[in-house]
């Protein structure tokens, strides 16, 4: 069945660096969008990254624009979210889902998350 | 950017229609998504492009779009049915509504 399985989170000082990934099984990935949503704890969702199917276009929510990169391998099956300069705002259950052809879809299939505490 | 903008919460009494607004700008010419929350859980799409439902979401669910406001509808709410809700859109880049709790009574 569709999959979306994050990893890589975990405690983190601010300033410093962490790559989530998130293995795809189940569909044929390289036919599909991507986006990275993220939910601080008791808070709302929200919008970090999206990248298109074949990761030439690339998109980043303004406020991790510069820090963070998505990225794809669909060699491996596999999204990336590169995060940099981390600061305590950033904590979070980062989620990975699946959109359609284009960025612009719905997200229909979405993982179960990896928490990132950023912490001294 | 743009701002979605959502009730914090929503009551219904068991068996009745709850309505779950999204206001923004000109929403209705856009393509609106919504989302349902349950805790510990991940979020779990329940109505695409305004108002189409996945294979597996029940009719109850059903939404609309016009003007400055998009409206996710639960007819008949059941117990089940409790949870966050959350708009979403593309433009340009992604956007998420506030989101609203739904408390069914």
């Known amino acids: 069945q569709v999959q979306l399985v994050e990893s890589g989170g975990g405690v983190v000082q601010p300033g410093r660096s962490l790559r989530l990934s998130c293995a795809a099984s189940g569909f044929t990935f390289s036919s599909y969008a991507m986006h990275w949503v993220r939910q601080a704890p008791g808070k709302g969702l929200e919008w970090v990254a999206a990248i298109s199917h074949d990761g030439s276009d690339k998109f980043h929510g303004d406020s991790v624009k510069g820090r963070f990169t998505i990225s794809r391998d669909n060699s491996k099956n596999t999204l990336y979210l590169q995060m940099n300069s981390l600061r305590a705002e950033d904590t979070a259950v980062y989620y990975c889902?699946?959109?359609?052809?284009?960025?612009?879809?719905?997200?229909?299939?979405w993982g179960q998350g990896t928490l990132v505490p950023v912490s001294s | 950017s743009y701002e979605l903008t959502q009730p914090p919460s929503v009551s219904v009494a068991l068996g009745q229609t709850a309505s779950i607004s999204c206001g923004g700008n000109n929403i209705g010419t856009k393509s609106v998504n919504w989302y349902q929350q349950k805790p510990g859980q991940a979020p779990a799409l329940v109505i695409y492009r305004d108002y189409n439902r996945p294979s597996g979401i029940p009719e109850r669910f059903s939404g609309s779009n016009s003007g400055n406001t998009a409206t996710l509808t639960i007819s008949g709410a059941q117990a089940g049915d409790e949870a966050d809700y959350y708009c979403?859109?593309?433009?340009?880049?992604?956007?998420f509504g506030g989101g609203t709790k739904l408390t069914v009574l």
């Open positions: 889902a699946r959109a359609g052809n284009s960025v612009r879809d719905w997200l229909d299939t």
């Open positions: 979403q859109l593309w433009d340009s880049s992604g956007f």
